[in-house]
């Protein structure tokens, strides 16, 4: 079983509509939860991230963690084909804060 | 400005050959890593160092040597080359005292292909 479990899609949707992606983790150690977003041929870069539980709001985008399911969820409104990228969750432990373990992306496709 | 770069962006050779990729950062970061990307996107870090120093060495066959020759630069050199190395290569680094020690920033990436 893989630490860091994500659907790899693809997941279409039209433009306007409430995106919701998902990933399961394995290791209770993990306190920093990320989501990147990674557009075709470009890398990753950090979208969103949050420490511990709770919520997180950024504009249209809100990360939610919660640590007693081990399940983290990125919700992005009012999407915009603009959005149409891989989002990677990603986590690390507080001990091996530099050692990141990311899930294998969900691809996402915002249609006009 | 780019932060993070890599050369080559495309590398196609044969099986069997030995070839490096090279990364630098110009972020004045201490912390930089090796990625491999397979093609369902799986995004699995290879090494890293802090400050030319080896802190991760995953389960990486001995044909992939990492070189750090100093704190902005860091090289990867692949023996031996297999069908199964070609994937996408990123490099990334970090700020471990920043505010967020765990964002990476990642360069474009080179894409290995072994025929």
């Known amino acids: 079983q893989k630490e860091v479990e994500q659907d790899p899609g693809p997941l279409s949707v039209p433009e306007g509509a409430i995106v919701s992606l998902n990933c399961t983790y394995s290791n209770s150690a993990f306190q920093y939860f990320m989501w990147y977003r990674q557009y075709s041929r470009k890398g990753p870069e950090l979208l969103m991230y949050?420490?511990?539980?709770g919520n997180k709001e950024d504009g249209r985008f809100t990360a939610q963690v919660d640590k007693s399911s081990k399940y983290i969820s990125l919700f992005i409104r009012d999407s915009q084909p603009s959005d149409s990228a891989t989002y990677l969750c990603a986590m690390s432990a507080p001990s091996s804060a530099s050692k990141i373990i990311f899930g294998s992306g969900t691809r996402l496709s915002i249609r006009p | 400005d780019t932060a993070v770069s890599q050369t080559p962006k495309y590398l196609v050779t044969q099986m069997g050959n030995d070839k490096s990729i090279k990364c630098e950062q110009n972020l004045g970061h201490d912390t930089m890593y090796w990625y491999k990307q397979d093609s369902k996107k799986f995004l699995k870090i290879m090494f890293s160092?802090?400050?030319?120093?080896?802190?991760i060495n995953e389960t990486v066959p001995n044909r992939f040597s990492p070189k750090s020759p100093d704190k902005a630069h860091l090289n990867l050199h692949i023996n031996s080359l297999e069908l199964g190395d070609s994937a996408v290569y990123f490099c990334?680094?970090?700020?471990?005292?920043?505010?967020?020690?765990?964002?990476?920033?990642f360069g474009p990436g080179t894409r290995l292909t072994v025929t």
């Open positions: 949050t420490y511990s539980s």
């Open positions: 990334a680094s970090s700020d471990p005292g920043a505010v967020l020690p765990y964002e990476q920033y």
């Open positions: 160092y802090n400050n030319k120093e080896l802190i």
